[in-house]
């Protein structure tokens, strides 16, 4: 009864320093997104895909990079952490792309950039 | 384009007493309208949704909320709050985006409080 699960829950990283999210879903979903989630704006979207081998860039997509080499996982890597990344990562997946469909959240991995 | 207001970043409440987190959209035709829950350390999950028929929709744990088209509002209410009901709540609109994606939009939280 997994659902999506995100590793790590918790990081600190030095500025510079690089680190990949590992988001894995077992609900054979074709949609996973990336959110980060910071005080009073809610969740904004960082990047998506809408299936094995493909991605796109959401709202915020400036210093991540992704990649969904198998469907059940979506990685989001940092390749130079910089303080303003400093926020908690959501994970998300849905069965389908529809405009009615609910998304399935991680549990969240919280980033520290100091 | 599309998004999402929530009035009122904090709610507190006694406990018993009515629930009512504001949600007003802006959206082209048709909304499709969402509200998620997320308990402290946990990710969101949902609460209910509005997508087509009748206006008023119940959600899980007492939660409804009511489509309004013509104030543009989907406020979430309970008639009696629990304590198992302090959490922070994101009201969400989805919409169709370039290339056939479906984005969602979120509001930035209302954190109910329910004070004994």
């Known amino acids: 009864n997994a659902g999506v699960t995100q590793t790590p829950k918790f990081r600190v990283l030095k500025t510079g320093q690089s680190m990949t999210l590992l988001c894995a879903q077992d609900m054979n979903h074709e949609y996973m997104y990336w959110y980060r989630q910071d005080p009073g704006m809610g969740l904004r979207l960082i990047h998506y895909?809408?299936?094995?081998?493909?991605?796109a860039k959401g709202e915020v997509p400036d210093g991540y990079n992704v990649s969904r080499l198998k469907k059940q996982n979506f990685l989001l890597g940092l390749e130079s952490a910089a303080p303003s990344q400093t926020s908690v990562y959501f994970c998300?997946?849905?069965?389908?792309?529809?405009?009615?469909?609910?998304?399935?959240f991680g549990e969240g991995s919280r980033l520290t950039v100091l | 384009a599309q998004s999402v207001t929530q009035l009122g970043s904090h709610v507190s409440v006694s406990e018993g007493a009515l629930v009512l987190l504001r949600c007003n959209y802006s959206s082209s035709v048709p909304p499709y309208l969402f509200w998620y829950v997320q308990y402290p350390n946990q990710g969101l999950q949902l609460l209910l949704k509005y997508t087509t028929g009748a206006t008023l929709v119940k959600g899980i744990n007492g939660f409804e909320a009511e489509f309004k088209k013509s104030e543009t509002s989907f406020h979430l209410t309970k008639p009696s709050a629990h304590m198992s009901d302090a959490a922070e709540y994101f009201c969400?609109?989805?919409?169709?985006?370039?290339?056939?994606?479906?984005?969602?939009?979120f509001g930035s939280g209302t954190k109910l409080n329910v004070k004994p």
């Open positions: 969400a609109v989805s919409a169709r985006e370039e290339y056939n994606f479906n984005k969602f939009y």
């Open positions: 998300a997946s849905s069965q389908t792309g529809s405009l009615t469909g609910e998304l399935f």
């Open positions: 895909s809408v299936g094995e081998g493909t991605t």
